[in-house]
C-alpha cells in the first residue's frame, strides 16, 4: 500500500533532516547554530584543512555581561597564523588567560539557573592546559554536548570546505541573566544557552530549513 502524498512529505522532509551531512570549523565554545549542527545529526563534519582566520570564532566567544556582550579570547603563540593548517595553532600560556576566563565566567553567570550544575565539570577545562587550539576547541564541543546528554560524534573533513553547511535556527530568544536590563542579546556562544536553560537547551536548537 502506498501512502499519500503528504505522508511521503513528511517522510522525506524526517529522512532529510536526520541524515543531513552538518559541516562545521572548529571554534572555540561555539555558537548555537554549532550545537544545532550536532543535535540534529548523527555526526558532525570538522574542517581540518583550513588555515586559522583571524578575527573568527577560531579562538573567540561571546558571553553576555551586565553590560553587554563581552568577548573573550584564548591568546596564542606568535607567529603566522594565518597560514598555519587550524590544527598546528598552538595556544600561548605567558599570561594566566585560564583564570581570567574562570573568573569572567563565574561574574557572568554566577546566578545564571544552571551555573552551579555545570561549574564544577566546566572549569577544569580550562586547567587541562591543551597545546593545540584545535584540541582545545573539540574539548569545549564536547563537553557542550555531553551537558545536554548527547555525546558528540564527529568526524574530520576530507578536505577543505569553504563554507559551513550548517541548519537554520528559529529565532527564538530564551531566558538570560541580564535580559530585565539588556533585552534578549543574540548570537553568543551555546555556553549563554546552557548556563540560563540547562536541560532544556535542545527545545531552543530546533531546525527550520537547511542552507
Known amino acids: ?18 541524515f543531513v551531512a552538518f559541516i562545521v570549523k ?6 548555537l547554530v554549532h550545537l544545532a549542527a550536532h543535535w540534529h545529526s548523527a555526526e558532525v563534519f570538522i574542517d581540518v584543512h583550513e588555515n586559522y582566520q583571524k578575527r573568527s570564532l577560531r ?7 551586565p553590560n553587554g556582550t563581552i568577548t573573550l579570547s584564548i591568546p596564542l603563540e606568535k607567529g603566522k597564523h594565518q597560514q598555519q593548517n587550524i590544527r598546528d595553532v598552538k595556544i600561548s600560556y ?11 565566567l563565574r561574574s557572568c553567570y554566577g546566578s545564571a539557573p ?3 550544575h555545570y561549574a564544577d565539570s566546566l572549569f577544569p577545562l580550562f586547567d587541562k592546559h591543551k597545546s593545540f587550539l584545535f584540541d582545545f576547541n573539540l574539548t569545549t564541543f564536547e563537553w ?3 551537558a545536554l546528554k548527547k555525546p558528540l560524534l564527529w568526524k574530520p573533513s576530507d578536505t577543505f570546505v569553504k563554507n559551513e553547511i550548517l541548519p537554520t535556527l528559529e529565532n ?7 535580559m530585565s536590563k539588556l533585552g534578549f542579546v543574540p548570537e553568543l556562544s551555546s555556553l549563554d544557552l546552557i548556563m540560563n536553560m540547562g536541560p532544556q537547551s535542545p527545545q531552543f536548537l530546533s531546525i527550520i530549513t537547511e542552507n
Not at 500500500?1 to 536526520?18: D, E, I, L, Y
Not at 572548529?26 to 555558537?31: A, I
Not at 605567558?94 to 569572567?104: A, F, G, N, S, Y
Open 1 to 18: 500500500m502506498f501512502c499519500n502524498s503528504g505522508c511521503c512529505q513528511q517522510m522525506f522532509n524526517f529522512v532529510k533532516t536526520v
Open 26 to 31: 572548529s571554534t572555540t565554545f561555539g555558537p
Open 59 to 65: 579562538n573567540k566567544y561571546k558571553i553576555s555581561g
Open 94 to 104: 605567558d599570561q594566566p588567560w585560564p583564570r581570567l576566563h574562570k573568573e569572567t
Open 114 to 116: 544552571f551555573f552551579e
Open 144 to 146: 557542550m554536548c555531553k
Open 172 to 178: 527564538k530568544p530564551y531566558p538570560q541573566i541580564f
